[in-house]
């Protein structure tokens, strides 16, 4: 099974800053699918940015963009003008294409106002 | 859109009795659902992932005649969890995803807290 691998339990960031998490996949593929999902302490999982594998181009939603590096094997996610309604668990996650997603351990964000 | 609903969003019940979670999807036809499993302070754990009107295909090491799932139609998926034991409890997640949508994108439910007593 391939693994996703975040390295930072936790990060914390000052309100209005920018923080970026990390995250690492492991695939022999060549076409996949990478997601960051949040879930806030409600729990509910809200996707957040996704990124397929066959695009160059980084993808941007407002204040959240990734930085994809293929050949690394490598997915961040950069979070600009951090609000407190940030902080959450994130997840990175890898879709295979099939029916197969693989989520990451988690990292924790505070905000700090 | 692509709402997906958990019924209920918290329950307790009593060791060896049964309980039944149901995932909906509200407004797309789910062709494949998904319950994953979440411990506190953990990652998401894939248990099943059931195509509508097929038994569920299970990942190892989740008891199949434990954790009974009913994929019956487009819409609606269920999570039995047999005579269940304070070992149970946690935090069950169910998501659904179609293939009539491009993205394969998972949708996730609200999620089921149980607690077994």
């Known amino acids: 099974a391939q693994t996703v691998t975040q390295s930072q339990p936790e990060m914390s960031v000052q309100e209005a800053e920018t923080v970026t998490l990390s995250c690492t996949y492991d695939?022999?593929?060549?076409?996949?699918?990478l997601f960051w999902y949040k879930q806030p302490p409600s729990r509910q999982m809200i996707l957040v940015i996704r990124q397929e594998a066959y695009k160059q181009q980084n993808a941007t939603e407002n204040r959240f963009s990734v930085n994809f590096q293929k050949a690394a094997k490598s997915f961040s996610l950069k979070i600009s003008d951090s609000q407190l309604g940030d902080a959450a668990m994130y997840f990175c996650a890898y879709f295979d294409g099939a029916n197969n997603l693989f989520f990451g351990t988690g990292t924790r964000l505070t905000v700090i106002p | 859109g692509a709402v997906v609903s958990q019924h209920p969003s918290r329950v307790i019940c009593k060791s060896g009795t049964s309980v039944k979670i149901e995932c909906r999807s509200l407004?797309?036809?789910?062709?494949?659902m998904f319950w994953y499993r979440q411990f506190p302070k953990q990652s998401l754990m894939l248990m099943a992932t059931?195509?509508?009107?097929?038994?569920?295909?299970?990942e190892q090491g989740v008891e199949k005649d434990k954790f009974l799932i009913n994929h019956a139609s487009l819409t609606l998926s269920t999570l039995t969890v047999t005579s269940a034991h304070p070992e149970d409890s946690s935090f069950y997640i169910c998501s659904a995803s179609s293939r009539d949508r491009s993205t394969y994108e998972q949708y996730f439910g609200p999620g089921t807290r149980l607690t077994v007593t």
């Open positions: 695939t022999s593929e060549s076409d996949y699918y």
């Open positions: 059931s195509n509508e009107g097929s038994k569920a295909t299970y």
């Open positions: 407004d797309f036809q789910a062709t494949t």
